[in-house]
């Protein structure tokens, strides 16, 4: 559907400038501001001191993240809200700093982004395969993003009495965690590059699921992902790559896959005149700096795929309508008798 969007100069120019609301809340992150606020107030000063920070810098983005509604402030002193203490305080098990962390990585080259189009070629190194603090960030950030979905996720997608699934190229195996905890009967094998092990097993074990999601090191575009399995979850690793090279994964995964097996592929998806919605069209942007050849895919591309490796009765899945992804759901078909 065409998006009918009423634009006026006032809204151009605030979705324009938007990005100083996120960079704040980025640098209250990288500080440590959130974690610093408690629920007694304190001084500008003090909250300075407790970042090693400046006290009118601090104080600045105090004020800035207060006018955000992510602190609040009375009588100069200064104190996080409900929201902030559950959602960016370090401790907190519902931390969504990582993926806040993430973004802040990728602004850099978005700044760029001009120069990308241009060239139609990458400004940035891909994050998946970074290292340091950009890959634990990009890890621990497709934590955050999929332990607020999974749960919803683990609803609408139906695995009862499968045994064994593989999550190709699952990072931090979150999904995988939650698939078993919502079947019992279910193991699965989390396949990513061998630096991810570590990330993997700390969320399994954080789920106490240490025995049931293992993980296998390797390149799902050059090794073999073993098997078989009777179901497959690709989440998130399409974009990242050109239409043959996602051919080459599918059909791979097809090939490990057991006849009747399910299929799954959860991405942003276009529709199929490619111009929505909005999410996964930006995102086409977001591959376009960081990626040689990968972006978002139409629908109609992944169902195409999907049927040339053997994948048949495929069917969209019902999303949450905040979602910004979507999931196919097909099966491999059984050889004729």
Not at 12 to 38: H, M
Not at 64 to 73: F, P
Request: proline content about 6%.
């Amino acid at each position: 559907m065409p998006n009918t969007k009423e634009w006026t100069p006032q809204e151009l120019l605030r979705t324009s400038g938007a990005y100083w609301a996120s960079a704040a809340i980025q640098a209250g992150v990288a500080l440590g501001v959130f974690s610093a606020l408690g629920e007694r107030p304190a001084a500008a000063a003090d909250i300075a001191a407790a970042v090693k920070g400046d006290a009118r810098g601090v104080g600045v983005l105090l004020d800035a993240l207060t006018a955000l509604g992510l602190a609040v402030k009375s009588q100069g002193r200064y104190a996080a809200t409900p929201f902030s203490e559950r959602y960016l305080r370090e401790d907190s098990p519902e931390y969504l700093g990582h993926m806040i962390q993430h973004h802040h990585h990728l602004m850099e080259s978005w700044a760029r982004l001009h120069e990308a189009v241009a060239a139609g070629r990458p400004v940035r190194s891909r994050s998946s395969h970074a290292g340091g603090e950009v890959r634990e960030a990009f890890l621990m950030g497709m934590h955050n993003s999929a332990m607020l979905l999974a749960p919803q996720v683990t609803r609408e997608v139906d695995l009862r009495g499968r045994r064994r699934l593989l999550d190709l190229g699952g990072g931090p195996g979150t999904y995988a965690a939650n698939f078993c905890l919502a079947n019992p009967g279910l193991a699965a094998t989390v396949f990513d590059l061998p630096d991810t092990a570590t990330t993997a097993a700390r969320i399994a074990a954080r789920y106490g699921l240490e025995g049931r999601v293992s993980f296998a090191a390797g390149d799902f575009l050059e090794d073999d992902l073993g098997g078989p399995y009777d179901a497959v979850w690709l989440s998130h690793i399409l974009h990242g790559e050109g239409p043959e090279e996602c051919r080459r994964i599918i059909r791979k995964a097809a090939a490990a896959l057991e006849p009747g097996g399910v299929f799954l592929v959860h991405e942003f998806i276009l529709d199929d005149a490619k111009d929505g919605p909005v999410y996964p069209a930006l995102f086409s942007l977001n591959m376009l700096l960081g990626t040689p050849s990968g972006r978002s895919y139409a629908e109609c591309e992944l169902r195409e795929m999907l049927e040339e490796a053997g994948i048949a009765g495929i069917r969209r899945l019902p999303m949450p309508p905040q979602a910004p992804s979507g999931i196919l759901r097909g099966e491999k078909l059984r050889a004729a008798n």
